[in-house]
């Protein structure tokens, strides 16, 4: 389970076992700002692929979960996995079989908290368990996803909550509401795109999206005139992250799945496709609806609150980040906003670091795109 799910122990038996132990939260805390949402990914990924799992609970882990299973957004998921066996487990080794069902009802019928007692919160969309409108992200009365203005508020009041205080000026108000912007256009994507399979029918199993809110600490290089050995700078930051379970942006985007014989290069492509319409304009774009949310807007905003933007999906792993401290890559401004110094809309590999040719990864089911900020 590495590529994010801190915390939890795997052993490779048949049926696969997951530990929960104890110490979870701390183990989660050593992880250093590790992404939580890619542990996500991996865990639909294992749930899609058929795979068996088998999850012993340590008793003081269970009693914390099983009561605000939300605030723990990877065993939140975890609890809702619907072939998953729960079994408690003892410090004799003794073990007995738990009941999720009422769980699963809590997590999927949780609200955001609004002031944010916790370092992490989650929102779920449990669409094949027929919980797929939670009230934060869909008016009850139309059962529609909620308006921009909704989102955005959204995301001002869980960011206000870590601050401590309100949003301060407003050029910080308006990147902030843009940030809100941008959340309500990855959520829209998730409900356009990930809830059917390419023949169009709903997934059967494990069709999960959701919105998570985290306080993260995020370590970055020392400050320049450090002494030299320095240990790195920690830096308090505000993660907000979406991701779903549906068939990825390759396959959304060309009704075609994604394998072997696709090369890496296109499905980079889609990509940028899918973020900014006709970024590559030969391309074709067979999702109905599709309006794509503007790589340079989100890119622009991320920069302007100097933080940065994670994306898994299919074999890719995509970012850039604009982090005090993290070396940015020097790409050439639009030429009509150079003197603005805005970024060029383009993503980089996150192996390479510094260029814009993927790394091939390990398929993932689904999309998770993480963005964090700093919280001063």
């Known amino acids: 389970m590495s590529e994010g799910a801190a915390g939890l122990r795997a052993d490779t038996g048949r049926p696969l076992r997951l530990f929960v132990p104890d110490d979870y939260e701390d183990l989660l805390a050593a992880a250093k700002g590790q992404s939580e949402v890619l542990g996500i990914q991996r865990l639909l990924t294992l749930a899609r692929s058929g795979a068996a799992l088998r999850v012993s609970w340590q008793p003081a882990i269970a009693k914390k979960a099983f009561a605000s299973g939300s605030i723990y957004p990877l065993l939140a998921v975890l609890l809702l996995l619907q072939d998953a066996e729960h079994w408690l487990t003892q410090a004799d080794g003794e073990e007995s079989k738990l009941a999720v069902d009422s769980v699963r009802r809590t997590i999927a019928k949780h609200r955001l908290a609004r002031d944010f007692f916790a370092d992490s919160d989650i929102v779920v969309c449990a669409d094949s368990l027929g919980e797929g409108l939670p009230s934060d992200l869909y008016d009850a009365a139309s059962r529609r996803l909620r308006s921009r203005e909704d989102f955005e508020t959204l995301v001002v009041d ?92 390759y396959p959304s985007y060309t009704r075609q799945p994604l394998d072997s014989t696709v090369e890496l290069k296109d499905e980079w492509k889609v990509l940028h496709n899918c973020l900014e319409r006709h970024y590559f304009p030969e391309l074709t774009d067979n999702r109905a609806g599709h309006r794509a949310m503007g790589l340079y807007e989100v890119l622009r905003a991320i920069q302007s609150l100097k933080g940065r933007v994670e994306i898994r999906t299919g074999r890719l792993f995509a970012y850039r980040t604009f982090l005090d401290g993290q070396v940015q890559a020097q790409m050439q401004p639009l030429a009509a906003m150079a003197h603005f110094a805005w970024p060029k809309p383009r993503l980089l590999d996150v192996e390479k670091k510094y260029v814009a040719v993927p790394s091939e990864q390990d398929a993932l089911v689904g999309t998770s795109v993480r963005v964090v900020v700093p919280l001063d």
């Open 158 to 249: 869980a960011l206000s909550a870590q601050r401590r205080g309100s949003i301060g000026s407003a050029t910080s108000y308006s990147s902030v509401s843009a940030l809100g912007v941008i959340v309500a256009e990855l959520f829209e994507n998730t409900d356009m795109h990930a809830k059917l399979d390419l023949e169009g029918k709903p997934l059967k199993s494990d069709s999960i999206r959701g919105l998570m809110f985290k306080r993260v600490v995020i370590e970055v290089p020392p400050d320049k005139g450090s002494p030299k050995g320095a240990a790195p700078k920690p830096v308090e930051c505000f993660e907000i992250s979406v991701f779903d379970s549906g068939l990825g942006y």
